[in-house]
């Protein structure tokens, strides 16, 4: 199982990203994938997440600015960020629950995570 992150980068506050996340090595479009965050000082935070039914779950800091979606034909998962703020500044990680649909909470429920890519927003 792999996955790659890309998309990272600086922009300013109120701009926008895309994120990717480029998997392979197992069925993904059936199970559970997430995007994490992590920044400097803090515990990795789960931004949002996708089942194997698609029922999709966000975090109150980034409802309404980030969405996540999913394009099964290229295995891959994205994440648009939008009305970016300095908080969001992180570095984002894809993660997946190779073999379950469901998407619980917490990192311990997720068996592969990708390199990371970093997202820096300046005010």
């Known amino acids: 199982v792999q996955l790659v992150e890309s998309g990272g980068g600086s922009v300013q506050a109120g701009g926008s990203l895309r994120l990717s996340c480029a998997a392979s090595g197992y069925t993904y479009s059936r199970f559970c994938m997430a995007w994490f965050r992590q920044a400097a000082g803090k515990e990795r935070e789960e931004v949002a997440s996708i089942d194997g039914f698609l029922r999709t779950r966000y975090a109150e800091s980034v409802r309404g600015r980030f969405t996540m979606s999913k394009d099964n034909d290229k295995n891959t998962l994205y994440l648009q960020m939008n009305s970016l703020a300095p908080e969001d500044t992180a570095m984002y990680y894809c993660?997946?629950?190779?073999?379950?649909?469901?998407?619980?909470?917490?990192?311990?429920?997720?068996?592969?995570w990708g390199q990371g890519t970093q997202v820096t927003v300046s005010s």
């Open positions: 993660a997946a629950r190779t073999t379950y649909r469901t998407c619980p909470s917490g990192t311990a429920a997720f068996n592969a």
